[in-house]
């Protein structure tokens, strides 16, 4: 049966885009001034394509909603995010104000100009050196706050992995990311 997609028209956009997030609908994005007939005729000719987007979406992690508890598993990532931050400041020479642990749809981890870290709490079902990975990431921004040259030498001083993290988060991030305990 074909998928019930979602239309929003936008602004800012100049150009349509559709995007088959993991665990939701498609979203097709348009520009406010694109007419209707245009509009399904995208529609119509990407039908195969969503459906080969979400064939390649098989959970992979084995992931099952009924063993995690939300509220277990933000106090897990704040220890042990507070844990890995407060070692990694002090190598860094770097300070930050505060942690926040977010249910975030889109991101693993945010660092303000403020000072405040971020973390996604489905790190902490990530293996353990992709979740240390991306506080490193994190607290190398209050040094490098763009991805500069200079930032990712600074992520390969402390950690000369991150490569293979980074590609663990492009591969599985979408599933995880989607994740939803049951209750
Ligand atoms: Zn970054």
């Not at 529609?43 to 992979?60: S, T």
């Not at 277990?72 to 407060?86: F, P, Q, V």
């Amino acid at each position: 049966m074909d998928e019930l997609i979602e239309v929003r028209r936008s602004r800012r956009v100049r150009r349509w885009t559709l995007t088959v997030p993991w665990g939701d609908p498609p979203v097709l994005t348009v520009p406010q001034w694109m007419r209707e007939p245009d509009i399904q005729s995208v529609v119509e000719e990407h039908r195969e394509w969503i459906a080969a987007e979400r064939a390649k979406q098989r959970p992979k992690l084995g992931l099952d909603p009924r063993d995690v508890s939300e509220i277990d598993a933000r106090r897990s990532a704040r220890e042990l995010i507070t844990m890995l931050a407060e070692e990694e400041a002090l190598e860094l020479g770097v300070a930050y104000k505060r942690i926040e642990i977010r249910d975030q749809r889109t991101r693993w981890g945010s660092c303000s100009t403020r000072g405040t870290l971020s973390f996604n709490w489905r790190l902490v079902l990530a293996p353990y050196d992709v979740l240390d990975y991306v506080v490193v990431h994190e607290l190398c921004h209050i040094r490098e706050p763009n991805h500069s040259r200079r930032f990712w030498r600074l992520v390969e001083t402390r950690r000369p992995g991150w490569r293979a993290h980074r590609d663990w988060l492009h591969q599985h991030g979408p599933e995880l990311l989607a994740f939803r305990p049951a209750a």
